[in-house]
């Protein structure tokens, strides 16, 4: 039977070239729209699509989300000639203030944001970074120390020769479509635009 089968296909290659092309423009239309010029079939490989919703670990995970934020960020960074001294220190703020007030920013993580727990005799400093008086040379060196003492802060939200700094920005609910759709990239780099002064800016990353 099989000896068969072989003989005849190898007795008519037109016609299996034709069937395997049939199968394959079905099976193309079956994915694709070809009203709308879009793929049917899309690829979300976010934790919330692949745990069952009635999975304990998918209640935990979207618990987690609530109390702290999407769990994908993007990155948002601005480089100028001096990001630590007061007034790169105050466009900093200004950034992180323009980023939370989108609608669609849930969180901002930056050197405005993080404290800097400092022990001061019996008390302790919960300032963040950009609280820090940088007015004297001595004050600009005890902030440097802290930065190069912290791990969760030196070249995470500011890199190590203090030119250039980091936003780590969580969405609410916005997948990567929805993100393109909404021209995101480009309404971020405006948001930052309004608050620096020269400065480069980049944007990397996806919710």
Do not use: C
Request: aromatic share 6%.
């Amino acid at each position: 039977m099989i000896a068969l089968l072989i003989r005849w296909i190898s007795g008519h290659p037109l016609r299996i070239i034709g069937l395997v092309m049939g199968v394959s423009v079905l099976a193309a239309l079956s994915i694709f729209d070809v009203h709308s010029r879009s793929f049917r079939l899309q690829v979300d490989p976010s934790v919330s699509r692949l745990l069952p919703a009635s999975d304990p670990a998918r209640q935990f995970y979207e618990r987690m989300r609530i109390l702290f934020g999407a769990d994908d960020v993007v990155v948002v960074a601005i480089s100028g000639e001096d990001m630590l001294d007061s007034g790169g220190l105050a466009r900093i703020e200004a950034v992180t203030r323009g980023l939370r007030a989108m609608p669609q920013v849930q969180s901002v993580v930056s050197l405005a944001t993080v404290p800097n727990l400092r022990s001061e005799g019996d008390a302790l400093d919960m300032r963040v970074f950009t609280r820090a008086p940088v007015a004297t040379a001595s004050q600009r060196s005890a902030l440097l120390a802290d930065i190069a003492g912290n791990a969760l802060v030196r070249d995470q939200l500011v890199s190590a020769d203090g030119k250039v700094a980091a936003f780590l920005v969580g969405f609410r609910d916005i997948d990567d479509e929805q993100f393109i759709a909404q021209g995101m990239t480009a309404r971020l780099r405006e948001a930052v635009a309004a608050h620096v002064d020269g400065e480069e800016i980049w944007i990397t990353g996806s919710p």
